[in-house]
């Protein structure tokens, strides 16, 4: 028996079968289209595609959308805006110099240099002690007049220590009115800091990185070192001190409340940068110093008679605030037989400074420059004053 196909004609079944043939090819019409090309596809034979299926969107081609006519002249993607044009600002189109670099302002390229060359200067060796960086508040004083010198110069100024003629030391202190006025300052700012995570967030009013605060009280003995303490001391420190060792003294912090020995560390200084500021009420001086712990007990390390005789003591009411990677230390000082001096100092942090000094000397990506400028920032802010308003009062 032969088949029937819904095109051909059965002889001697009339009506009956072209119904049939109908019905079929409507039951066909209602089978999803991905089914009937998959029932329908053969080896031999290639699907060809139905004229009323969508056009892939990566074969569209670009078309007027009002009139429907393809538009050949017109890029169907968008150009991007012109950078400069997009936010032009008060001034316009805008660069920062003429090949669009902006220079370091020449004072802290000089600390920034300073600074590196001690740093990447001191981790080339084993030194088996640690880098101090601290900034001291206070005035240049002239040794003549007692005075602080008054120099022909308007703005800051960092001095030459090695002219023969400029005949000057520094006083790292202030007043006890300054100081009252300097705790009220960084007091506020520390509220500050702590209540903007409280307001709601807008655009001009971002959270800020909070400052933490820690007052501590604690003494400082001074006792002269015996050959057996030289001799525990890192080759670097006893080459940072005079020929002989003389004078080369530990300092014992203790705790002024339960006794206890915080530390015992020998410090020498490595170098200085003193910085002359004509407009505000204070100068300050940056000094690099080493540090290293003293191993053992102290007492076997300090020569006999030293613990006998009454060492010089400090003791010390400090406020540290810190931020960032910076902390602010703010102390009232009181030694036998003197009056209470009051000081104040900032210090950055030696390792995050390390860290970027070695990437700048390996040439890779670094901000060694922008701690650098964050230093100077705190450092200017505290010699303006507690009359220096802040942005965010």
Excluded at 168 to 195: A, C, G, I, P, R
Excluded at 203 to 222: A, L
Excluded at 291 to 318: C, F, H, Q, Y
């Amino acid at each position: 028996m032969s088949s029937v196909t819904p095109s051909q004609t059965v002889m001697g079944s009339g009506s009956k079968v072209a119904t049939q043939v109908v019905e079929q090819d409507n039951a066909i019409k209602k089978i999803p289209d991905a089914l009937v090309l998959f029932a329908s596809s053969s080896p031999n034979r290639r699907s060809k595609r139905r004229r009323f299926d969508p056009i892939p969107t990566f074969a569209r081609p670009c078309r007027n959308l009002k009139s429907g006519r393809i538009n050949k002249n017109r890029s169907p993607v968008k150009k991007a805006a012109n950078p400069i044009a997009r936010n032009p600002g008060l001034l316009g189109p805008w660069e920062d110099s003429v090949t669009k670099a902006t220079p370091s302002a020449e004072c802290i390229k000089h600390l920034s240099d300073f600074l590196y060359r001690k740093v990447v200067g001191t981790l080339d060796a084993d030194t088996g002690a640690v880098i101090e960086i601290e900034a001291k508040i206070g005035q240049l004083i002239d040794k003549k007049t007692n005075a602080r010198i008054a120099m022909p110069f308007t703005t800051e100024h960092v001095l030459n220590k090695h002219d023969p003629q400029l005949q000057t030391y520094f006083k790292s202190s202030m007043t006890e009115n300054q100081h009252s006025n300097m705790n009220k300052f960084l007091n506020k700012v520390f509220q500050d800091s702590q209540n903007s995570r409280k307001r709601p967030f807008t655009d001009e009013n971002q959270p800020r990185v909070p400052i933490t605060y820690r007052h501590t009280r604690e003494c400082d003995s001074f006792y002269e070192l015996s050959a057996a303490g030289l001799n525990n001391l890192p080759m670097v420190i006893r080459n940072s001190l005079n020929p002989r060792g003389q004078n080369a003294k530990v300092r014992i912090t203790t705790d002024q409340q339960t006794g206890a020995t915080l530390a015992q560390v020998v410090k020498v200084r490595l170098a200085d940068l003193d910085v002359y500021s004509p407009n505000t009420e204070f100068d300050y001086r940056i000094s690099i110093n080493l540090e290293a712990n003293l191993t053992g007990n102290w007492r076997d390390l300090v020569i006999p008679t030293a613990l006998s005789m009454k060492s010089s003591e400090r003791r010390k009411d400090r406020m540290s605030y810190k931020h960032l990677a910076y902390q602010i230390d703010l102390t009232q000082v009181k030694s036998p037989d003197a009056p209470a001096t009051h000081e104040l100092e900032v210090e950055v942090s030696t390792a995050e400074l390390c860290k970027h000094a070695i990437l700048m000397r390996d040439s890779q990506p670094n901000e060694f420059e922008k701690l650098v400028q964050g230093f100077a920032n705190n450092i200017r802010i505290l010699t303006r004053g507690p009359k220096y308003r802040l942005p965010w009062w």
